[in-house]
């Protein structure tokens, strides 16, 4: 699976920004889908997580309330709609497939495989 990431832009604190990620193949409604995030000089951290069976979703603490994933098997696409954006949500943002056997739950990168190019989010305050 090849993914896309879009969606990213310059908001002022509070805004909104839906990142897109698309994935090329026939078999992406198969895979558990994530969002990571990188800021500069930080590592990569797990922002969520959407099952491929029944969109059962997971979250990192710190956007929990202003995130929403979701996915669109028919447009083989996954989305990460960020409400009430902070400076501290500065990032590049990465899709990814969640490996098959990883815990359900999972917040490690290693638990992760194919990754899309990124997509920069700037939060001005």
């Known amino acids: 699976v090849q993914l896309q990431a879009s969606g990213g832009g310059s908001v002022q604190a509070g805004g909104s920004l839906r990142l897109s990620c698309a994935a090329s193949?026939?078999?992406?409604?198969?895979?558990?889908m994530g969002w990571f995030r990188q800021a500069p000089g930080n590592e990569r951290e797990f922002v969520a997580a959407?099952?491929?069976?029944?969109?059962?979703?997971y979250y990192t603490d710190s956007v929990k309330g202003r995130a929403t994933i979701s996915r669109d098997n028919a447009k083989n696409t996954v989305y990460l709609q960020m409400n009430s954006l902070r400076p501290e949500d500065t990032a590049v943002y990465y899709c990814?497939?969640?490996?098959?056997?990883?815990?359900?739950?999972?917040?490690?990168?290693?638990?992760?495989?194919?990754w899309g190019q990124g997509t920069q989010v700037t939060v001005s305050s």
């Open positions: 990814a497939t969640k490996s098959f056997g990883t815990s359900w739950g999972t917040r490690e990168r290693r638990d992760f495989g194919s």
């Open positions: 193949g026939r078999t992406f409604s198969s895979y558990n």
């Open positions: 959407i099952s491929a069976s029944d969109g059962t979703t």
